[in-house]
């Protein structure tokens, strides 16, 4: 059973920095999709970042140049490091993962992936001050 636990989440000023962290457990999956999603009160969950099993990763407009992920296989961890962090970057993130099948297109709304990830974690709160 894959179980996805994220850590590291917090609270800080605009335009600092977190690093989130995503422990992965009973993986068998030999080609996979990784990846982060984040959800504000009273807004649609969101892909924010998201990277497969040869180390691609894909990144949404709203967050690139800022934030990058990246994934230890050797920990099987995967992570995001977050910075230049704003008050809209607040928000639940959550680390997500599933087989790959036709890539990793988890970038965007998540009402319009035509395939969101099955397995969660319980998410981690990230919140910034003006």
């Known amino acids: 059973q894959v179980e996805l636990a994220e850590s590291g989440g917090g609270s800080v000023q605009a335009g600092g920095s977190l690093r989130l962290s995503c422990a992965a457990s009973g993986y068998t999956f030999r080609r996979y999709c990784m990846g982060w999603f984040r959800q504000a009160p009273g807004k649609e969950r969101e892909g924010v970042a998201v990277t497969d099993h040869d180390g691609n990763t894909m990144y949404a407009d709203s967050v690139k140049g800022r934030f990058t992920i990246s994934k230890d296989n050797a920990k099987n961890t995967l992570s995001l490091q977050m910075n230049s962090l704003q008050p809209e970057d607040t928000a639940m993130y959550y680390c997500?993962?599933?087989?790959?099948?036709?890539?990793?297109?988890?970038?965007?709304?998540?009402?319009?992936?035509?395939?969101?990830?099955?397995?969660w974690g319980r998410g981690t709160q990230v919140s910034v001050s003006s």
């Open positions: 997500a993962s599933d087989v790959y099948v036709l890539g990793c297109p988890w970038t965007g709304p998540i009402a319009t992936l035509t395939l969101p990830p099955y397995y």
